[in-house]
């Protein structure tokens, strides 16, 4: 219902964009070799308009930006396992990417370098927008929202989590549940009427405040500035040990900037000149409940601790039991406790505290790597 206007929008675009480029390859089947590379110089093909998308790799979307197709984007799905479970957040450029999507959160910038022998692909894109808004079940989630990766480089730190309240069981239906219509329902109505003012193609007069691509900033008033202390203040003192927010650092750190992010989109799409204390307050409580959210989902960084604490207890103990200090890398990769038995990004960020904490060492012998134990840890 959300997003009800926009793939109506999206649509209509992309019915424009197909009738045109058909009228463009009929042009264009009508020519000889010569005319027709000509003709294209002159009237290249139309650009697919779509912004709204489903399944799409970092790279993808990457050259949208940088080759001008696109200047703001979103990747939206109610099934978030397509997202997680896709090449760009599995294969071996999957760091690069998660560094490429917080970068473009963060600056709105992306970049592309390629050899000089394809100078065309290189380029960069500034002040564009990407926008991800995915749904998903918690047996399909669980696994990605637990990755220390994901939360150690700041990805899922910088997501709006919420997770509903299983209504199961009291979904009933009496007769005037059958009498409701959303479609008729005066909030959704005018939610969907200000969606389609935003999205009209017509001129829209440019504000005083317009720097980059027609945007710009949307300041706070003083009551507001008053509120984003208040709550800077909350979110950091919550952050100190025994605190409520402890353990989710990460998250916590970036709550006001959150905040303040979802005040503009806010005040912007209310039409205010500046962000009010209402606004604000609305916002910062909407992050409170996100990182209550993500404390009710897992405790991050206990969980990554216990899981170096089952490692290490699971090598001393195999050593014992082998009489010796040492393990093949490879058995333990493949005989380790879950979850790092089938994770292998998990398992080799705990071996590197585990080295880092001297508790173990790796050894080459050959083209064998060998896990060593501390000796100290094999004396009974």
């Not at 139309?46 to 790279?59: A, G, K, N, R, V």
């Not at 599995?90 to 394809?118: E, M, P, W």
């Not at 910088?158 to 299983?166: S, Y």
């Not at 005066?186 to 980059?212: F, G, V």
């Amino acid at each position: 219902m959300a997003e009800k206007t926009i793939i109506k929008h999206e649509r209509k675009q992309y019915e424009l964009y197909h009738h045109e480029f058909e009228l463009w390859k009929s042009r264009c089947a009508g020519l000889n070799k010569r005319d027709r590379d000509a003709y294209c110089v002159e009237n290249p093909p139309p650009q697919d308009p779509s912004t709204l998308f489903s399944d799409i790799t970092f790279e993808s979307i990457a050259s949208l930006y940088v080759d001008r197709v696109v200047g703001n984007a979103s990747i939206a799905s109610d099934e978030a396992g397509q997202f997680f479970g896709g090449y760009t957040m599995q294969g071996k450029t999957r760091s690069q990417a998660i560094s490429g999507y917080a970068k473009l959160f963060d600056n709105g910038f992306v970049d592309r370098t390629r050899s000089k022998s394809n100078l065309n692909g290189s380029g960069r894109a500034y002040d564009v927008r990407l926008t991800i808004n995915l749904q998903g079940q918690h047996e399909v989630l669980v696994d990605a929202l637990t990755d220390p990766m994901l939360c150690g480089q700041g990805f899922l730190p910088r997501f709006i989590l919420t997770v509903p309240e299983n209504l199961a069981g009291t979904r009933l239906q009496d007769s005037s549940y059958r009498t409701k219509n959303a479609n008729t329902d005066p909030r959704l109505i005018a939610y969907w009427t200000r969606c389609e003012d935003l999205l009209n193609d017509c001129p829209k007069l440019l504000q005083e405040q317009t720097q980059h691509h027609g945007r710009y900033v949307i300041s706070m008033n003083n009551e507001a500035k008053e509120v984003d202390e208040f709550y800077y203040n909350f979110f950091e003192s919550s952050q100190l040990a025994n605190g409520k927010y402890e353990y989710i650092q990460a998250f916590a750190s970036r709550a006001c900037q959150l905040a303040r992010r979802l005040a503009t989109v806010f005040a912007y799409f209310e039409g205010l000149p500046n962000i009010d204390a209402k606004t604000l307050t609305g916002a910062c409580e909407i992050i409170k409940y996100s990182l209550n959210a993500w404390l009710m989902y897992k405790n991050i960084e206990v969980k990554a601790e216990s899981d170096a604490e089952r490692l290490l207890k699971w090598l001393t103990r195999k050593c014992l039991l082998q009489n010796t200090d040492r393990l093949p890398y490879s058995y333990m990769q493949t005989s380790c406790p879950r979850p790092m038995q089938k994770n292998k990004n998990l398992l080799e960020m705990i071996v590197q505290q585990l080295e880092d904490s001297h508790h173990i060492k790796i050894e080459s012998l050959g083209r064998t790597r060998y896990v060593v134990i501390n000796p100290v840890l094999l004396e009974s």
